[in-house]
């Protein structure tokens, strides 16, 4: 099925492990971005991509790394997991021009960091 | 930068009646987009409805429209006939205007219950 791909759901990291959260989508979109999800905050840009090669920070860079080799895939990587960023995870695309499509999201990667 | 407000508490409606879930936002660019997605318990995100600043009407996608007021910033979300499958996290979220159009900035949501 088209759509926005993470994996994996579910993920439990100790203090200072990393790890990468995948993210790939099928249907040709320039556009991705990560986002986290937490309790009575919305949801908050961490990093998004343009297209292949362009990448930039989002409200929230800081213990994350992105990078976007190809159009279809733009990997999330936690440096060096903290107990703070414990959080759902959400990666989203979109055509250049977003508006009466809306922007895809993915699942979503429900991450604990003990 | 650009701001999404939704200050509304729980919010409780009874099947097959009306709805409005309430957004405010705030930009100085006359240029933006905004959005309602609806994130039912199981977590997904699903687009709703779409609103361009320029456009003349209110945008409507079956039983979803957008009540868009521009001078008062409000972007409010009309749920008609609401159903129990309706029952939901509710955000309203706005476009960078600024440049690409990748990034999303959203509001803290509303939870609907729908009563049977």
């Known amino acids: 099925n088209a759509g926005v791909t993470q994996t994996p759901k579910f993920q439990v990291l100790k203090t200072g492990q990393s790890m990468t959260l995948q993210c790939a989508q099928d249907?040709?979109?320039?556009?991705m971005s990560w986002y986290r999800q937490d309790p009575g905050m919305g949801l908050r840009l961490i990093h998004y991509?343009?297209?292949?090669?362009?990448?930039d920070q989002g409200e929230v860079p800081n213990g994350y790394n992105v990078s976007r080799s190809t159009t279809e895939d733009f990997p999330l990587r936690l440096l060096s997991a903290a107990p703070s960023q414990t959080s759902v995870y959400f990666c989203?695309?979109?055509?250049?021009?977003?508006?009466?499509?809306?922007?895809?999201f993915g699942s979503g990667t429900r991450l604990t960091v003990v | 930068a650009q701001k999404i407000t939704q200050t509304q508490p729980g919010m409780f409606v009874q099947e097959k009646e009306a709805v409005t879930l309430d957004c405010t936002y705030d930009?100085?660019?006359?240029?933006?987009?905004l959005f309602w997605y609806k994130q039912p318990s199981s977590g997904e995100m699903i687009f709703l409805i779409y609103?361009?600043?320029?456009?003349?009407q209110n945008a409507t996608e079956g039983r979803y429209s957008l009540n868009f007021q521009k001078a008062r910033k409000s972007a409010n979300l009309v749920i008609s006939a609401s159903q129990l499958g309706d029952s939901a996290m509710y955000f309203c979220a706005m476009r960078d205007p600024t440049g690409a159009n990748s990034k999303l900035t959203f509001g803290k949501g509303i939870t609907l219950s729908v009563r049977p």
């Open positions: 609103q361009g600043s320029y456009d003349q």
């Open positions: 991509s343009v297209g292949a090669g362009i990448t």
């Open positions: 249907m040709n979109h320039e556009y």
């Open positions: 930009t100085s660019d006359p240029s933006y987009g």
């Open positions: 989203a695309s979109s055509y250049s021009l977003a508006g009466v499509y809306g922007y895809t």
